[in-house]
């Protein structure tokens, strides 16, 4: 009987699942993910978790609870760094000895170190930490970590041609490859979603945000969906190299959209208490408004965020950029 690897569907589940799957399942595991966030899975976490933290966090406790019963080991990486000279959120590094300390009968983690700041090659060093769980043969675990490796470079060829991380993940367990992409149904409005991934593609955390704006009749567009060397080249335009890696990949997403033509406005979502966000929100917000370039609204959201609020912004949102076009008005129109 393989052993079973559960996987939370949460914070870095939208960047890097399909590498992760493909890696255990090479190695003979069975990869468990955990269902789709909640009201259930939200409120035990926010039960578990300390009250210090962001959503996202409560939100992964809970899926790890959700978990806990099914698996024989749960990953939860000890994530410092996945780039030269930059980090993620310090929650991401204590994130595994939160869930031990706050989480009861809990399986064995997968806990590898993942900090590449100083030296990329250490990713070496981590992939067979988690491998030799499963195999004491190197080749094995090389070839496990170039199958991931194969499937990460696939799921980014999609975002980039124009898939949601979410629904690229689903096509993809029915074996869809890049070029079998067919271009989302257009509207008459383009909008950027500007925020990270686990906050705009789960489902219950954004409140269903993208299908809204769908059903308003607005092509939604997001950072994933851009080409990795164009975010970099835009966030370089900073005058200091921003060194947390999400964060800079939306400043960079939201200074491409903001000189495209196409784009009639951009929103930003954020977590109530993210200390990185409430940054990389500001610098974006300034940006847009100082060139007074496009509509912009931004969306702060947390366990107590109410849905008809946000349905009401977006309407009049929505609302106003169609105003603003049928118009020609050069009104500021930020919210």
Not at 39 to 61: H, M, Q, S, T
Not at 62 to 73: A, K, N, P, R, T
Not at 286 to 307: A, M, Q, V, W, Y
């Amino acid at each position: 009987m393989p052993v079973k690897v559960g996987i939370p569907r949460a914070l870095l589940y939208y960047s890097y699942f399909p590498m992760w799957k493909a890696f255990f399942e090479e190695l003979g595991a069975e990869v468990i993910v955990s269902g789709k966030t909640t009201k259930r899975i939200l409120d035990n976490g926010v039960k578990e978790a300390v009250d210090e933290v962001c959503l996202p966090v409560k939100v992964f406790y809970g899926h790890v609870i959700e978990l806990c019963d099914q698996v024989d080991y749960i990953f939860v990486p000890r994530l410092v760094s996945v780039e030269k000279k930059a980090f993620i959120c310090p929650k991401f590094l204590g994130l595994p000895d939160m869930i031990r300390h706050n989480i009861k009968n809990l399986p064995k983690l997968i806990d590898i170190t993942v900090n590449l700041s100083k030296k990329p090659a250490n990713i070496y060093k981590a992939i067979y930490e988690a491998g030799k769980i499963f195999t004491s043969n190197p080749a094995k675990i090389w070839l496990a970590y170039r199958k991931g490796m194969e499937q990460l470079n696939n799921f980014i060829k999609l975002t980039e041609a124009g898939y949601m991380p979410d629904k690229a993940i689903e096509e993809m367990a029915r074996g869809l490859v890049a070029q079998d992409y067919a271009s989302p149904a257009a509207g008459d409005l383009k909008i950027a979603l500007i925020g990270h991934g686990y906050n705009i593609y789960d489902r219950y955390i954004s409140m269903n945000l993208i299908t809204k704006l769908i059903n308003l009749g607005v092509q939604v567009l997001t950072a994933d969906n851009i080409p990795h060397d164009e975010v970099e080249n835009k966030a370089s335009l900073l005058p200091k190299r921003l060194f947390w890696t999400m964060g800079r990949k939306m400043v960079g997403a939201s200074f491409h959209f903001m000189q495209r033509e196409d784009i009639d406005g951009i929103i930003h979502v954020a977590a109530f208490g993210c200390g990185p966000d409430s940054f990389t929100g500001e610098l974006i917000e300034r940006k847009i408004k100082r060139n007074k370039s496009k509509p912009f609204l931004n969306l702060t959201i947390d366990e107590h965020t109410g849905e008809a609020g946000i349905v009401t912004r977006l309407e009049a949102f929505v609302d106003m950029i169609r105003w603003r076009k049928s118009n020609e008005s050069n009104l500021s129109a930020h919210g």
